[in-house]
């Protein structure tokens, strides 16, 4: 492909979920004429769930794909360009002012002064079918975003880390009894937040135990959870299941070319959402595995926008 055929942008956006959005509301109003690609999953995680109940400005809380359509609609009302499209492969440059090279479905380059990465992290699940069917029904992979909606209800919880006994016990403070299940004979999660778990009277932990199958038709009615040692089966009643096995943040065209941590989360500097390299920005849960939040998403995005729109001025100057 010659050079002169190859389009130039003063900013790309990587990713259409909450932060992906909110950095394209904030680039667009800054003329910088940003151009999204959207990634397999058009809107995000939000789209996975039904109601969003804890975002700022929904007093009556909202659909999470409504809400994405709103995002998008809003980032295009100021001239963002939202292209169905996968980023599949990145060569940045080290230099400041320099273009960046990122491959659209294996075929198309385009080549940007800056780039906003706002790829997200995917929930991990176990691969039931009966978990699968009930995914918004009563199965979810976020405890903070959906235990309301079982507050005074029987639930459980699968995970032995530190972000499922987190969970857990914050579960634990809005609904009547957790059943958390640890497929070993012991947690991976801090001694301090074993104990956390174990001195918290409405928590029941079950080792060596996995997830047989989730039982209900259209919403979760119970639990057959099954011995790994004994084989022996059980089941309980219960009105939302958790699933608290970790997140894979979706980094892997960047390995190589960007600092991240061992889980593969993108490493940003201080507060702010650059990167190690110059004019390349993170932000939303690629970049977070601690608060995983719409709002703290979008937050992050307002602040890769602004921080890009300073890093193009320093080019101009
Ligand atoms: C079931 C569930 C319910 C939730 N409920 C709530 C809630 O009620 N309230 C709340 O605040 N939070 C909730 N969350 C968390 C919230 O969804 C996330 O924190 C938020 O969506 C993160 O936003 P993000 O923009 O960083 O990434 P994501 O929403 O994960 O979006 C990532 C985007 O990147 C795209 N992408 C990935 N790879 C590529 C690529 N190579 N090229 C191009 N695009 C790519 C994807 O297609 C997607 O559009 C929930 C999460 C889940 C799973």
Redesign the pocket.
């Known amino acids: 492909m010659s050079d002169t055929t190859i389009e130039k942008l003063k900013c790309l956006i ?7 959005y909110t950095a394209a509301i904030y680039a667009a109003r800054a003329d910088m004429n940003p151009v999204m ?10 789209t ?2 039904t109601e ?4 700022p400005g929904y007093p009556e809380g909202i659909d999470g794909p409504t809400m994405m359509v709103q995002l998008q609609q809003q980032a295009e009302r100021f001239g963002t360009k939202v292209r169905i499209g ?2 599949t492969a990145v060569e940045f440059s080290h230099d400041k002012g320099g273009w960046h090279k990122v491959t659209i479905d294996n075929n198309t380059e385009v080549h940007a002064k800056t780039v906003i990465i ?4 995917t ?1 991990k699940y176990l691969g039931l079918p009966s978990e699968q069917r009930l995914r918004g029904g009563g199965v ?3 405890a903070v ?2 235990g309301f909606f079982y507050r005074g209800q029987d639930v459980a919880i699968v995970g032995a880390g530190d972000t499922a006994a987190e969970e857990a016990t914050y579960l634990a403070n809005i609904c009547k009894n957790v059943t958390m299940l640890v497929r070993k004979d012991y947690m991976r999660a801090s001694k301090a937040m074993q104990h956390r778990v174990e001195n918290t009277p409405n928590i029941t932990v079950m080792y060596n135990t996995e997830v047989d199958e989730v039982l209900g038709d259209q919403v979760v009615e119970g639990l057959r959870m099954v011995n790994n040692q004994t084989k022996e089966k059980t089941d309980i009643a219960i009105t939302g299941l958790f699933i608290a096995i970790g997140h894979k943040p ?1 980094t892997d ?1 960047f390995k190589g070319q960007l600092d991240m941590d061992d889980a593969g989360y993108l490493i940003t500097m201080g507060k702010t959402a650059k990167t190690n390299l110059p004019g390349v920005f993170a932000c ?3 970049q977070d595995k601690e608060y ?4 703290t ?1 979008a937050g992050s995005g307002c602040m890769a926008a602004l921080d890009a729109e300073r890093y193009l001025t320093t080019l101009e100057a």
Not at 37 to 46: K, N, S
């Open positions: 990587i990713g259409s979920g909450p932060a992906g690609y959207t990634g397999m999953e058009p809107g995000g995680q939000l996975t769930t969003v109940d804890n975002f996968m980023a706002a790829t997200g992290a929930a979810s992979a976020c975003c959906d979706n065209i939303g849960d690629v995983r939040q719409a709002i998403a």
